[in-house]
Structures are given as C-alpha cells and as structure tokens.
C-alpha cells in the first residue's frame, strides 16, 4: 500500500476514534441513570461504560502503534514475521498488526482459554448434551451423592400402606 493512501486511511481511523471518545464522554453519567430503590441500571451503564472505554483505549493504542509503523516504513507488514499484510485487509481494518493466516492461527487458543475460562471443556465442544433437560449436572449429581432419600417410586400415584395387624 502506498504512503498517501496509508496516512488517509490512518487519519480517517483517528478521526473516527476521536468521535467516538467524544460521543463516550458525552453520555450521561451512570449515576443520573435508574432509581434510588434499583440501581441495577447505573451498574450496568457503569459496566457498559466501561468495557466501551477499553475498546477505544484499545482501539486508540493501536492507531498509535499504526502510525509510528507507517513513520518508519514498516505500515502494511505484519508486526510478527514482517510478512506484507493484503491491501484489501488493511483497507478493512486499517490497525490489524498480522495478516489474516496469523490473526487465525492466533484465535483457536483464545478460544480455548475463554472457553475454560467459563467451564466448558473445549471450544469443540463447547455444549454438553443432558440426558434429561429438566436437570442440571448439579443436580444429578446431587442426587447421586444423596444416599438418604429414599428411591423414587416407579409409578405414579398415591399409595397407603395399610397395617393389616391391628384387626
């Protein structure tokens, strides 16, 4: 990719983040947001508010990096193998750092780590098929550690037991 279009892709990248960050500290405040009795509201605008400023911390760190790689000529290669990134990804994404083969060999193992980061075993599979939908593993397995319970009847209904020695 040339230089000209590089700096106007990377200048049209700023001016977006810049209307985004001005748009985020723009928003309301979390406290102004909800009731005195619920603040359910405010904790999610806070969380909400948070997790968008990451994003564009995030997203601003990259156009730095972006634009100290096009001021030493290295813009458009990856930032791991030195590889030329497609102008057609960096047209897309004007901050990616890797090509497209290196941005998905790098997935599978963030995959993985959120996966288990939520319990499940792997990203392959990633959902567990119950015997019975109506019962969590919790639950069964409580069930089976529960050896004081008597078993559950067969059949439904109701059912007297009758002491026949009295008469």
């Given at each position: 990719m040339d230089q000209a279009r590089a700096r106007a892709l990377l200048a049209a990248e700023r001016t977006r983040l810049q209307r985004l960050l001005q748009a985020e500290t723009s928003q309301p405040q979390a406290a102004e947001l909800g009731d005195e009795v619920d603040d359910a509201d405010?904790?999610?605008a806070e969380e909400t508010g948070m997790a968008v400023d990451q994003l564009l911390r995030a997203q601003w760190a990259a156009l730095q990096r972006a634009?100290?790689?096009l001021a030493a000529g290295s813009y458009g290669r990856s930032v791991r193998s030195g590889q030329?990134?497609?102008?057609?990804?960096l047209e897309a994404d004007p901050l990616t750092e890797l090509t497209a083969e290196e941005a998905a060999a790098a997935e599978p193992s963030t995959l993985e780590e959120s996966h288990d980061a939520v319990g499940l075993v792997s990203a392959s599979h990633p959902f567990e098929v119950l015997t019975d939908p109506d019962i969590t593993p919790e639950e069964e397995q409580a069930s089976e550690e529960d050896d004081d319970e008597p078993p559950a009847e067969l059949s439904p209904g109701i059912h007297i037991e009758r002491d026949d020695r009295t008469r």
């Open positions: 405010r904790r999610n634009e100290a790689r030329p990134i497609p102008d057609e990804r």
